[in-house]
């Protein structure tokens, strides 16, 4: 977390930097604010995980520092929740963390701080493509059935993010990838597990 604070304190002050050397009539083009949320769509690969999806949810805040007609900057705090289940597999390797029960879920949540680079296509600047890395404090993790209670996944997470952005008058639509760049394996180096995940959001743009 304490890696998030330095990101968080530059995104507040933007705005107040920005105004100051912008004239008048460019604020508004050059610097906008907004809210959004929606669906986190994920999973976490490795042997010690069942395949497929699960869905979760995600919001957050944004700025948008509008440079050009071309591109422009997107700095964001997001809530982001993820969630797993590891296989009920006997030989699994890491089977002997968990009680008896058939209850082997987690449940993730992140503080994430993304800055993305905002590229405008065709002329009407409704389009944007969206690309950039994150990073991802964990705020707090559960984890059903362990035997011993305890942290079995890292403390934090960087990730490449490639995406679509439609920014209407009002409302914005978007569409996003995920990959987790990091190792979450918390426990040893046995497994590598990573994240990935589609996330799907509507918002607002002020």
Known sequence: MKKLIPAILLIITLP?????????????????????GGANINKI???????????NFQAGIFLQFNFSNTFGLQPEVNFVQSSSEFSNDPNDIYDDLFLGG???????????????????????????????????????????????????????????IG?????????NI?????????????????QKWKSQSIQVFVGLTF
């Open 102 to 160: 058939s209850q082997k879920k987690s449940k993730l949540n992140f503080l994430e701080v993304p800055v993305l680079l905002n590229i405008n296509v065709g002329e009407s600047k409704r389009v944007k493509l969206q690309i950039g890395p994150a990073y991802g404090g964990l705020l707090k993790q559960t984890v059903d059935s362990l035997k011993n209670n305890g942290d079995i996944y890292k403390n934090g997470e960087w990730s490449a």
């Open 174 to 190: 978007g569409a996003r990838y995920k990959l987790g760049l990091t190792d979450l394996n918390g426990i040893d180096n046995q």
């Open 45 to 55: 690969s490795g042997k010690s995980y069942k395949e497929g999806f699960n869905f």
């Open 16 to 36: 107040t930097f920005a105004q100051r050397n912008k004239p008048e009539g460019e604020q508004e083009n050059f610097f906008r604010i907004g809210v959004k």
């Open 163 to 171: 995406g679509l952005w439609i920014q209407l008058p009002l409302v």
